[in-house]
């Protein structure tokens, strides 16, 4: 695959990216939500294999693989299958309305744009365009996680985050080396089991995964 | 070479066989054994950079130079100190019911993990292996922090993990950041984050990327060295888990945080051929410093105070290493030491006082040198050496620092000074009546070892007072290669 091909690829599979994290932010209903980030997941995914492909880095293979089972399959199944045991699998509330997190949205997008305009001139090997986006990425998923009252919106947020960071590793940078990735997949896995372990935890404790309860008096 | 094996792998080994050992004397025994062998090792590997200077092992994989190896001697020693002060407090939560046996297996596989941790953390080349040691040293820490099951611990654990969580995610943004520049000129492999090859090149990373990089692995690290305003989770998880982990949280952790964020400073500085990354730091660092004094007179909780005891200290060492001279990065590695052993000491001695008193609410402490002197004393002592009294080194750093700001930024004089008197006032008002009061009739009488605090105060006296010839050295060292970018 020629470069500017790779780099024309990269730069869709960048505007999909940051169209899945609209889509969280933009979600009612828990089963949509989690259903979006399954396919930010496979998204992620697949970009790696076409990088791997096209920039021809085979050990980014393997985070692709890594990408599909961990963050496309597995943590979605997993939470959703809490939710259905914790039976809190209805409607996400909101704290601030839809809309106004919408255009809040926008103006992250934009605000990531400006930050990364000095680096538009200097690198050969990326755009600004894809750091600018996984920037706004990361921010809208911080968004994502300051908006919402449930636990598991704040959760379904953070691994949207490290979604963004992979998507920005691979896309920017082509990969971090593989042991880092191999490392930070660990850390992320580890984190998504002590989650579930707090899930637990907070409803045996304050009846209710709403973090407003969760709230103490000092 | 075979030391640095003993060094990490004697806490990751004893973290597997501690999950299985049941029996609470034993397990609480073998923590000590583990850490003191894991502090042996760390003398001999102290012993060998003393000799032969800075050590690249497996390639480029690991380092020890004078920055970080003093830093593993004391992550060592204090973690040690806190296994034996564990022993005895443990004990006694357990008698009380507060722990059950399952949790008390998981306390001491998950403090051995956490040393490992905080070993490879400092020891390791690679700023993403870095990464990712802390990321694990948080995970270790959640689950400690929750372990009294209460409401409260539980938020306050949830609390901790959500935010060390987002910051720490926005400083492997930083390192991809920087892989993304350095990639290009040492090629995309391993060397491209490895902190040596990243050091000698650092000249030729683009300064623009670099710059923007730091802006995110300040806020990520800086929330887990607890800066102000991302400080929220620290004083609930130093207030809510056990003790020995308040002690090594604040003990260590967030000097191995910090350590993270200066080595971020150094390519920085030598990238951007400016103190931009290093003013960053001082802005953040005197906030902290600011904001955590003025905290200290609204507390009613005996370890939430000495967490904001804490974020001032920390403040104090990201202002100095944020000034950058020779001066100013000796000043903040000595603090850094002796803020470890003395803030530990006093983690130790709360405990204590709390177990004594059943509660950690300062308005119900009262009267400890009557009721059980030792305690008293050792709170007094500690608190001392902490508002930086003379003959302790606090002391030493914080003048030292004060000296190096007036020759660089002598208008933040005007602000350390101030605040360092109001902590100091925040400290002994609560401090007075808890230790002078009259003692409650319903206090009990602990089993007490008192022995690390005072090994520890006396420590920090030493080196207020006579600092060996080698420390001196290696601070010298450790303070011209920081200072290598600044200008």
């Known amino acids: 695959m020629s470069s500017e091909l790779l780099k024309q690829v990269m730069s869709t599979a960048a505007a999909l990216f940051l169209l899945t994290s609209f889509a969280m932010l933009a979600q009612r209903h828990m089963k949509a939500l989690l259903r979006w980030l399954a396919i930010q997941g496979g ?112 959760v379904v947020g953070y691994l949207a985050m490290e979604n963004a960071l992979f998507f920005m590793a691979v896309s920017a940078t082509y990969g971090i080396p593989l042991v880092v990735e191999i490392g930070v997949a660990f850390d992320v896995l580890i984190a998504g089991l002590i989650f579930s372990l707090f899930f637990f935890q907070i409803r045996k404790t304050f009846d209710s995964l709403n973090l407003k309860d969760m709230e103490i008096k000092q | 070479m075979n030391l640095f094996y003993l060094l990490l792998g004697i806490p990751l080994l004893s973290s597997g066989i501690l999950a299985f050992v049941g029996h609470a004397r034993l397990a609480a025994g073998l923590n000590i054994i583990a850490g003191m062998l894991t502090f042996f090792a760390a003398l001999g590997l102290s012993f060998e950079v003393f000799e032969k200077g800075t050590i690249l092992l497996y390639g480029q994989s690991f380092f020890l130079d004078a920055f970080n190896v003093f830093l593993v001697s004391l992550t060592a020693f204090v973690s040690t100190t806190t296994a034996i002060f564990s022993y005895s407090y443990m004990l006694n939560e357990k008698e009380k ?8 297996r998981l306390y001491h596989a998950m403090f051995q993990m956490f040393i490992f941790c905080m070993l490879l953390a400092l020891t390791t080349n690679n700023l993403g292996v870095l990464w990712i040691a802390l990321e694990l040293a948080t995970l270790t820490t959640v689950l400690l922090v929750s372990l009294y099951r209460t409401p409260k611990a539980i938020s306050a654990a949830w609390k901790y993990f959500i935010l060390c969580g987002v910051g720490i995610a ?104 400016q103190n931009m990354a290093g003013e960053l730091m001082i802005g953040f660092g005197l906030l902290s410093l600011i904001i955590a004094s003025l905290m200290l007179h609204r507390q009613y909780d005996i370890k939430r105070m000495f967490s904001f005891s804490s974020i001032e200290h ?129 206090c009990e009488v602990v089993r007490v070892n008192m022995l690390p605090v005072y090994i520890h105060l006396g420590l920090a006296l030493v080196l207020g007072l006579a600092m060996p010839e080698f420390l001196a050295d290696w601070y010298n060292y450790a303070a011209i290669v920081l200072h290598g970018g600044a200008q």
């Open chain 1, 43 to 154: 998204l992620l995914a697949v970009t790696s294999a076409l990088v791997a492909f096209g920039a021809e880095f085979p050990e980014l293979y393997v985070s692709a693989i890594l990408a599909l089972i961990l963050k496309g399959i597995l943590i979605p199944w997993v939470l959703w299958k809490i939710i259905i045991h914790l039976g809190v699998h209805r409607e996400v509330e909101p704290l601030v309305n839809i809309f106004a997190t919408l255009l809040i949205g926008a103006g992250l997008v934009l605000f990531s744009f400006y930050v990364s305009l000095p680096i538009a001139e200097q690198s050969v090997l990326l755009t600004s365009n894809i750091i600018a986006i996984g920037l706004a990425c990361v921010l809208i998923s911080m968004l994502i996680m300051i908006t919402r009252s449930k636990a598991i919106t704040m």
């Open chain 2, 97 to 104: 019911s507060r722990v059950s046996p399952k949790s008390l």
């Open chain 2, 170 to 273: 926005l400083a492997l943004l930083g390192t991809i950041l920087i892989f993304s520049t350095s990639s290009e000129v040492l090629g995309h492999s391993n060397d491209a984050l490895s902190w040596t090859l990243l050091y000698q090149n650092a000249e030729r990373l683009s300064p623009n990327v670099m710059s923007l990089a730091f802006v995110f692995i300040m806020v990520g690290y800086g929330t887990k060295v607890g800066l102000v305003p991302m400080h929220t989770w620290l004083s609930d998880a130093h207030a809510e888990g056990p003790t020995p982990i308040s002690a090594v949280l604040s003990g260590l952790l967030l000097n191995v945080a910090l350590y993270a964020l200066v080595r971020c400073k150094v390519l920085v500085d030598i990238a951007t051929k």
């Open chain 2, 314 to 442: 920390m403040g104090i060492m990201t202002v100095a290493f944020g000034i950058g001279s020779s001066l100013a990065n000796f000043a903040a590695l000595l603090h850094m030491t002796v803020h470890s052993l003395v803030k530990s000491g006093i983690f130790f001695t709360v405990g204590h006082a709390v177990q004594e008193m059943g509660t950690q609410s300062m308005t119900k402490i009262r009267g400890l040198i009557h009721h059980q002197p030792g305690i008293g004393w050792g709170l007094i002592l500690g608190t001392i050496a902490i508002a930086g009294f003379p003959p302790f080194a606090v002391f030493a750093s914080e003048f030292m620092l004060i000296a190096a700001a007036l020759q660089t930024y002598p208008w933040i004089v005007g602000l350390i000074l101030p605040s360092l008197v109001i902590a100091f006032a925040g400290l002994f008002r609560h401090l007075q009546p808890m230790v002078f009061g009259v003692p409650p009739e319903e």
